[in-house]
């Protein structure tokens, strides 16, 4: 007797997945992700036509909660990963260098373009679309106020998926903040360009990573070298941070550049430290008041965009 199947097609890797046996949602997503090595949370499953496969969604395929079973066997699925059209992320973002023998805290990025801004569009009469106005689909923004702010569906065509899923990386966003994220040597740099504000770090409270400052714009190019270096701390939820757990550092140009933003109320802290200084976490003299910060910039999430408000793509229907 042949055995029952389940077909996903990986529409962002080109490649198909056979499951065999297993009609069970919570199983169902455990044995791709095991299979891909693509974290749980960020599998999303489709059927046709372009139905979300999940807790939130009713018809003849689909799972309404997680005790009732899947009629899925020898159904063709879709498999793709957050974020999606519909999704709407939040994370903390911050920026902590050291220049000239000191270490400083670079106040919270705008958008080079805020859209009250955009040219106008002759054509059509009217401001220009984002992804024309900065040449690029981002699927990002921010408010100047420490949070990188993804949803796709509010900045791009919605028949593009350049910033969804494995799309949806770090070097999307940078362009958007004005910083120019640079390879020499095999080495990362970074340059920033545009409302540039540096606080020394022992002026910084628990307000200063969500606090809007006017800055200035010229280019301060920042280069790893064989003393200093560019690292990118990150945590998969804040709530990591909260329970002490220590972040994944990464130094390596294309791990930063290509870093897949698909979690929700992460953290991602960029620090251009001493080689020297950081062993498992921040430099020592950092520790305190990057703490007093990122413990604001929790706060501040918390406060104004809480996870009950933040959301997530029940349907695709494009």
């Known amino acids: 007797m042949m055995k029952s199947k389940t077909i996903f097609y990986n529409s962002q890797y080109g490649n198909r997945e056979y499951v065999y046996n297993i009609h069970d949602y919570d199983e169902l997503i455990a044995t791709l992700a095991k299979k891909t090595g693509l974290?749980?949370?960020?599998?999303?499953l489709y059927t046709r036509p372009r139905k979300l496969v999940g807790n939130f969604v009713s018809n003849p395929l689909t799972l309404v909660n997680n005790n009732e079973t899947l009629a899925l066997a020898g159904c063709q699925l879709t498999m793709r990963v957050r974020p999606i059209l519909g999704d709407h992320y939040h994370a903390i973002v911050s920026f902590w260098i050291y220049?000239?023998?000191?270490?400083y805290f670079v106040s919270p990025l705008r958008d080079i373009y805020p859209i009250t801004e955009y040219p106008p569009n002759p054509e059509e009469g009217e401001n220009t679309p984002y992804w024309e106005a900065i040449g690029m689909n981002a699927g990002f923004h921010t408010h100047g106020d420490g949070l990188i702010h993804i949803h796709?569906?509010?900045?791009m065509r919605p028949t593009d998926f350049l910033s969804e899923g494995v799309n949806c990386t770090m070097k999307l966003f940078l362009p958007v903040v004005g910083i120019d994220f640079r390879i020499k040597n095999y080495k990362s740099s970074l340059m920033f360009t545009q409302n540039i504000h540096l606080v020394p770090y022992q002026e910084t409270n628990s307000a200063s990573g969500y606090t809007i400052v006017d800055g200035e714009n010229y280019d301060l190019l920042l280069v790893s070298t064989s003393t200093l270096q560019w690292y990118l701390f990150f945590w998969r939820?804040?709530?990591?941070y909260l329970a002490n757990e220590k972040p994944i550092i990464y130094t390596n140009f294309n791990d930063i550049n290509m870093m897949w933003m698909y979690a929700n109320n992460a953290i991602f802290y960029?620090?251009?430290?001493?080689?020297?200084?950081?062993v498992d976490d921040f430099p020592t003299p950092l520790r305190t008041q990057i703490d007093i910060v990122?413990?604001?910039?929790?706060?501040?999430m918390e406060t104004y965009h809480p996870a009950s408000e933040q959301t997530t793509a029940?349907?695709?229907?494009t």
Not at 99 to 103: E, F
Not at 152 to 155: G, I, K
Not at 314 to 317: A, G, L
């Open 237 to 240: 939820d804040y709530s990591q």
């Open 294 to 300: 990122l413990r604001g910039q929790i706060q501040f």
């Open 270 to 278: 960029f620090g251009y430290f001493p080689i020297d200084a950081v």
């Open 99 to 103: 220049l000239d023998g000191a270490y």
């Open 314 to 317: 029940n349907e695709q229907t």
């Open 39 to 44: 974290p749980p949370d960020a599998i999303v």
């Open 152 to 155: 796709p569906t509010s900045v």
